[in-house]
């Protein structure tokens, strides 16, 4: 299935917008889940294993596989065919956050879409559309191009007035205006609901929004929620990341066992949510 | 030597400002370049050995290398550390454009400086502050933020009016005041030499400015040298990659013969442009 289906089905039949971050930090692991030849695929394997019915999406951190070199680069690969054959229902997102102009920006697209699988990628359009189209140009892959991000620092840049409005709103509209193949999403990060209403707004509930700052970073579900999905639930991907890959460390039971439960009751307040809503 | 030793070596004894970029785009190379258990190191270790007495650093494209999977990070691993035994003169620039939040991106520095033993990078500061101290806390690393970039259409964003001045130039002074570490630098493309000129009018002669566009893309290299140097030619490293690296499609000689008479003719540019501004 290409992403929009893969999309529609966690939303309509799946019942799902959890977006679960495979950012498999291999220090916060205690020695015996470091054995092993390729511990990092062993890991991310089990979570995937233990939620891939729950999840609408896996999201793959790309900076934890670069910081292990070569092995990481395989643990990617194999992640990331691991889910494509098991899991055919649950979309790919490599998150890299590319952006770079048009002959380098065409190589990392190749990378992602075509060598290692990804249905989908994560862009920053600080260079402008030359930055994002050779990704959008793969017209059966989903390109989250970030506006508005959820680490606190980000209203420094991104708040930045432009004549009428901040530059996130004006990076919405651009985002929009770029959409040419229909397959540009965004990021708006949940620790800034209000932000998010007046995207919202702006742009309507034709493009799907990657929505981090749920989990560790304390961002609002339920406003996320109400003002970025439309009347029939469609519109986010909420995701989790530390939340759930280190819940272990919190919280009983055994590292599976522990994301499991985290990723249960991130999947079950969402559902709640929803139907309080009226959505689903 | 840590970076500023490199580039005031560069620009006070060995007279060089040039940065030759290692984008090794194994498409571009005929069949009898890319056999070998490891071309693109092969390539590489070739073009180093060639042009190493005139480079003031390498700039090696992660794109290039990402897109080989894992035969890439090995060959980004060994020409790294090729250039680091041999040319222990010559600053490495990982090319990554890398913007993310703190956990992530503090796993993208260590990636960079400890595992692959880079000695600067390039990054996006779209994310703020947060998104480029996790590599400038690695205080005898040098960090290049995005300021103006070459390509076309980075006007798009990056010359969005802030109520006084262009969003670029907001940058710039953002990029000033995180510098306590002193060790920032910033990208402005060549192809904007009197973008270059009012950066530089702002935030004076203390940071490197790393200068793509002067190459394929056709940047003013009078312009960029007057502007952006002070009266020691300090101040700036002049990148070109496809320009040398794939000199071989254009030029009379084999690849390492173009590369090598592409990256001599750059160097005695930049060098009599440098005499003829009295800088040298």
Redesign the interface.
Known sequence: MKWKELLVNSTNNRRTLLCIGL?T?MDKFPEELRSGELPQFDRNKELIDATADIAAAFKL?Q??Y?????K???AL?KTISYIKENYPDVLVILDA?????????K??A??AFE?LGSDSITV????????VTPFSDHEDKLVFV?CR??????????N????VEP?YM??AE?IGGWNDKGNLGMVVGATFPEELKKVRDRIGFQMPILVPGVGTQGGDLEKVLRHGTDENGWGVLINVS?GIMFAFQKEEGNYIEAARSAALRYHEEIRSRMESLGRW
Chains 1, 2 share one sequence.
Do not use: W
Request: net charge negative.
């Open positions: 950012d930090d951190n900076a934890f670069e910081i292990q070199g070569v990481g680069v395989t690969e956050m590319k952006g770079d102009i048009g002959n380098t920006s190589a990392y190749k990378a060598s920053n359009g600080y260079m402008g559309k030359d930055a970030l991000t959820s680490n606190k620092a980000a209203g420094e840049v991104q930045t007035p432009s004549p530059l004006k990076m651009m530390r």
